[in-house]
């Protein structure tokens, strides 16, 4: 069993900038894709950004020049940095990631229970 821990959402002003963490832990074998993903109320989840375990990335329109995706593959953890914040990003954001699991190989998509991020003044 694989399990995701988000941490560092919270209340934040316009303008301002919050990191958000994801740790992974359990009977994993290897990682190969971590990603976070967005829902607003009212809208479907959406791909934030997504990152590879040799580090390439990819970000939505909405993400791109304002957020960062990482990752430690020593810790099995992902990041997002989230610079110039907008009320639009309000959401509650999910970590993803794709993991094989050591017991058995087997590939299995894994996510997180979410962390709130509010932007408003």
């Known amino acids: 069993q694989v399990q995701l821990v988000e941490s560092g959402g919270g209340l934040v002003q316009p303008g301002g900038s919050l990191r958000l963490s994801c740790a992974a832990s359990g009977d994993i074998f290897k990682i190969f894709l971590m990603g976070w993903y967005r829902q607003a109320p009212g809208k479907q989840r959406e791909l934030v950004a997504h990152i590879l375990r040799d580090g390439s990335t990819n970000y939505a329109d909405s993400a791109e020049g304002r957020f960062t995706i990482s990752r430690d593959n020593d810790k099995n953890t992902v990041y997002l940095q989230m610079n110039s914040l907008k009320p639009e990003d309000t959401a509650v954001y999910y970590c993803?990631?794709?993991?094989?699991?050591?017991?058995?190989?087997?590939?299995?998509?894994?996510w997180g229970q979410g962390t709130l991020v509010t932007v408003s003044s």
């Open positions: 993803n990631a794709q993991v094989v699991v050591k017991t058995n190989f087997f590939q299995l998509e894994v």
